[in-house]
């Protein structure tokens, strides 16, 4: 006796919502709803309704609302268990997917501003020491064209060591260059996953009181 109370209750408080056919509804925070060829528990079962589909409402009697589904098809579902905003679980879980992203996003930039890092040290490394190698070759072709005339060889060698130097310099410039753009963007995702995290927390705490107030009206209405 209590629950068939219980669902006329429900059944009036779903009556009095004013129709609003041709707008777009979604399914709430339930597991499945059925749909059904007609506006009572006895037509038959057309589908299971997902949690989040978006169903288009054609009128409403009785506290069924008459819908489309996505593929098409006509039928009636109890008019509670729609809701005219997306429900907040898709939500976050997607807001969830995005953080893992973006979190594997910034350990990769780590690790390849790390590699970029040993790279230019490398190339650093590389330049000091082929400067120290031309400073020596160029004091030693100092002294040596003293006592000799002819120094094409040793010339020879003397450009081929500055145009060493020259591409060395070069390339530590460029892999300073990359390391500064990987650093900024580093810093970039850092911020977008904290903000992400707060995001998460926020719509977990408005999840976490709806369900609250959610139960406590269903505890009226169960005495």
């Keep these: 006796m209590r629950a068939v109370w219980g669902l006329t209750v429900a059944v009036l408080l779903a009556s009095a919502v004013p129709s609003l056919a041709g707008q777009t509804f979604y399914v709430t925070d339930e597991l499945e709803i059925t749909l059904r060829a007609g506006p009572g528990l006895g037509y038959k079962i057309l589908q299971?309704?997902?949690?989040?589909?978006?169903?288009?409402?054609?009128?409403?009697?009785?506290?069924?609302?008459?819908?489309?589904?996505?593929?098409?098809?006509?039928?009636?579902?109890?008019?509670?268990?729609?809701?005219?905003?997306?429900?907040?679980?898709?939500?976050?879980?997607?807001?969830?997917?995005?953080?893992?992203?973006?979190?594997?996003?910034?350990?990769?930039?780590?690790?390849?501003?790390?590699?970029?890092?040993?790279?230019?040290?490398?190339?650093?490394?590389?330049?000091?020491?082929?400067?120290?190698?031309?400073?020596?070759?160029?004091?030693?072709?100092?002294?040596?064209?003293?006592?000799?005339?002819?120094?094409?060889?040793l010339r020879t060698r003397l450009q081929a060591l500055e145009k060493q130097e020259a591409e060395a310099t070069a390339e530590l410039q460029r892999l300073r260059a990359e390391n500064r753009t990987l650093q900024v963007r580093e810093r970039f995702y850092w911020f977008f996953s904290g903000a992400l995290v707060l995001l998460s927390g926020w719509i977990l705490g408005y999840l976490y009181a709806s369900s609250r107030q959610r139960a406590k009206a269903r505890s009226r209405f169960r005495y």
Aim: no cysteine; hydrophobic share 40%; charged share 35%.
């Design 48 to 153: 299971l309704l997902k949690t989040g589909t978006p169903l288009e409402k054609l009128g409403e009697e009785e506290g069924w609302a008459h819908v489309r589904a996505p593929d098409g098809q006509d039928g009636w579902v109890v008019a509670r268990y729609l809701s005219g905003e997306p429900p907040k679980g898709p939500q976050l879980e997607a807001a969830r997917r995005e953080l893992a992203s973006l979190r594997d996003e910034a350990a990769r930039l780590r690790k390849e501003n790390a590699s970029w890092t040993a790279k230019a040290r490398e190339a650093q490394a590389r330049a000091e020491r082929l400067a120290r190698e031309l400073e020596s070759l160029r004091k030693e072709f100092a002294d040596w064209k003293e006592a000799h005339a002819d120094a094409v060889a």
